[in-house]
């Protein structure tokens, strides 16, 4: 994995309603994860008494390469769990940053160094890019991507929140939220940011879109039905067929390498906890069923093992387990909060 640490800041007149709004948006299931960006966008900006400050580091010129990370610490990683790398979101350093974490040798690197919120990256096909949203008290999130270069460039850059993208299989174009027509809809541009247009015209809010494998389809959160299911649709926003129907929240799923599954989190039995589904309805299993908060899954590359994020420890922490739920072990140990990661197949 070569891809370097970034460096950057940005400021516009504006400030956090759409930290506010996806807080509210997404309900319970996402309680800790949001309030915690919440918290942190006040904070930067001087809380309501204007006591505590995040001042950014320098930034560079756009585009500017800068510095590798020093691996920075051991963490569990077990004997048979498939190799790669996790991407993943953690305030370890302070305000929410990206962070690389080595399935082969449990080694941890920072990515980004931005003061603010930057959060659910997505490992290109080939490696050489990271693709996220970034957001300060004084930006609007919008989509991020971070170059093997050390580079960045931004591939929104307008007075609305965009979030949550996702790459193409094929890393030609990317995916991603956007509530530029009033609420949060799923739009789609090419890699370099070019032909933004509108995927989807939902009533709701449509949240977390997820290209399939094969790139025929993408699964995606909405509150279309009152609350939170899983929906999927063709990749150009039509056939949209809702998948999940409870009247719990089912958020954020993520597909099986091999298309015929969706791992995802709920809290229809009291707590979050992750579920699997078949892509053809039915065969439902919850995998964590355990009293924390169980987030976020992502499946390794050969299908084999889920990661995802868990509180079972006290604080959020990444850990992974079987596909079928067995054998949890925890990857990360960190006074912060770790949480949605994606795993990548390249070291």
Known sequence: ?????????????????????????????????????????????????????????????????????????????????????????????????????????????QLTTLAGVDGFPRMSPNGDEVVYHSGTPALLPEIVVVEASGSFRWLTENEFGDLMPDWSPDGRRVVFVS?????????????????????????????????????????????AGGNNDIYVMTQDGRDVRRLTENPASDEAAEWSPDGTRLAFTSDRDGDADVYVVSVAGGNLVNLTDSPAFDSFPSWSPDGSHIAFSSDRTGNDELWVMRADGAEPLLLTSSPARDTAPHWSSIE
Not at 69 to 90: H, K, L, N
Not at 202 to 221: C, E, K, N, Y
Request: proline fraction near 6%.
């Open 1 to 109: 994995m070569m891809i370097q640490s970034l460096d950057c800041d940005r400021c516009v007149e504006n400030d956090v309603a759409v930290l506010t709004e996806v807080n509210m948006t997404l309900r319970i299931s996402w309680r800790g994860l949001l309030a915690g960006l919440l918290m942190l966008a006040l904070a930067a900006c001087g809380g309501s008494d204007g006591a505590h400050e995040i001042v950014a580091p320098p930034a560079p010129e756009r585009g500017a390469p800068t510095a590798t990370p020093e691996s920075s610490g051991a963490e569990r990683v077990g004997a048979d769990v498939p190799g790669g790398t996790i991407v993943f979101m953690s305030n370890r350093a302070g305000p929410d940053n990206l962070f690389l974490l080595s399935m082969s040798d449990g080694t941890v690197g």
């Open 179 to 223: 509530d530029r027509d009033g609420d949060f809809e799923i739009y789609m541009m090419d890699a370099d940011g070019a032909n933004q247009r509108q995927l989807l015209a939902h009533p709701g809010a449509d949240l977390f879109p997820r290209w399939s494998p094969d790139g025929t389809q993408i699964v995606f959160t909405s509150d």
